[in-house]
């Protein structure tokens, strides 16, 4: 069982940054990817980035690659995502997941969920 607790959403203007947290409790393991989704209003959850706990894996969405940066801290149990050049179309929820198999780049394959964080860029 794992749980996950995203951070750090809020309301930008349009060129600004963010930085989101996400809290991993319970039982995990290095060969686990951790990711990052958005959901917009009216929109299917869409993936954003991931990165496995053991390091030698990441993959961007093309709408985010030069912008958004996926890390984690693994004394911490913390994956972050450091959002850069924000633009109005990045407005969504995000929601930070895990994937037991280690490989997921869509939302069906991850198995646990956090409860989202509102990011919001005006324009």
């Known amino acids: 069982q794992v749980q996950l607790v995203e951070s750090g959403g809020g309301l930008v203007q349009a060129g600004g940054s963010l930085r989101l947290s996400c809290a991993a409790s319970?039982?995990?393991?290095?060969?686990?990817?951790m990711g990052w989704f958005r959901q917009a209003p009216g929109k299917e959850r869409d993936f954003v980035a991931a990165i496995r706990w053991g390091g030698g894996w990441i993959y961007y969405a093309d709408s985010v690659k030069g912008r958004f940066t996926i890390s984690r801290d693994n004394a911490k149990n913390t994956v972050y995502l450091q959002m850069n050049s924000l633009k109005p179309e990045d407005t969504a929820v995000y929601y930070c997941a895990a994937d037991r198999a280690g490989r997921g780049v869509v939302a069906a394959s991850y198995d646990y969920w956090g409860q989202g964080t509102q990011v919001t860029v005006s324009s």
């Open positions: 319970g039982r995990t393991f290095s060969s686990y990817a």
